[in-house]
Nanobody
């Protein structure tokens, strides 16, 4: 079983920064993909950024140039540095972990990010 825990959410004014962290624990030989998604109540969950074990990064167009995803493979941890935050970034942010390509997804419980104007 894999346990995923996010931290680092909070409230910030527009233009500010936050850093989210996500740690995966359990029976983990390696992690193919780690990423961040976000969801506003009533809307679908959307991709924010992902990072593969080989270092390939992918970002949603809405966060390119403002958010940076990074991984520490030795610690099974992924980070999301969020700069120049906008009110529309307000959402619950979820960490996703996939051990193997085509394997099961594991999700954290989410951390709330609120950006005020």
């Amino acid at each position: 079983q894999v346990h995923v825990v996010e931290s680092g959410g909070g409230s910030v004014q527009a233009g500010g920064s936050l850093r989210l962290s996500c740690a995966a624990s359990g029976s983990i030989p390696s992690i193919a993909l780690m990423g961040w998604y976000r969801q506003v109540p009533g809307n679908q969950r959307e991709l924010v950024a992902t990072a593969t074990s080989r270092g390939s990064l992918n970002y949603a167009d809405s966060v390119k140039g403002r958010f940076t995803i990074s991984r520490d493979n030795a610690k099974n941890t992924v980070y999301l540095q969020m700069n120049s935050l906008k009110p529309e970034d307000t959402a619950i942010y979820y960490c996703n972990v996939r051990l193997t390509w085509g394997g099961d997804d594991y999700w954290g419980k989410g951390t709330l990010v609120t950006v005020s104007s």
